[in-house]
């Protein structure tokens, strides 16, 4: 079975080349464009590992993988925070509520399924 990747990000053409990326790659993906569809997507039909960007409408993703990580059915999940925030206090700040990894835009894709696949692997 395909592991699942919940992809949130609210601009349509990041989600249409993660997805296309993640498909490609082998993976069963869905698509969130907020925090709170992010949080209920991951309620109903729990992935594997979620890409998750920072600046979303509703609850920012720093929020999303915080109470993520605060719920224990999730303990498994692996998150990869990518964002086009990139300062040292953000990336400290996503990893301190929980991301796995945070990786910037612009980004090298193979760089991205790599470390996807490294996550999957590694998953807890």
Known sequence: MAHRILIVDDEP????????LMKRAGYEVAVAVDGEEALRAVAE????LVILD????????????????????WSGLRIVMLTAKGRDTE???GLEVGADAYVTKPFSTRDLVAQVGELLQSRR
């Open 13 to 20: 053409n990041i989600v249409i080349s993660l997805e296309y």
């Open 45 to 48: 039909q729990p992935p594997d």
């Open 54 to 73: 920072v600046m979303l409408p509703r609850l920012n993703g720093f929020e999303v993988c915080r109470r993520l990580r605060s719920d224990p059915r």
């Open 91 to 93: 990336v400290a700040k």
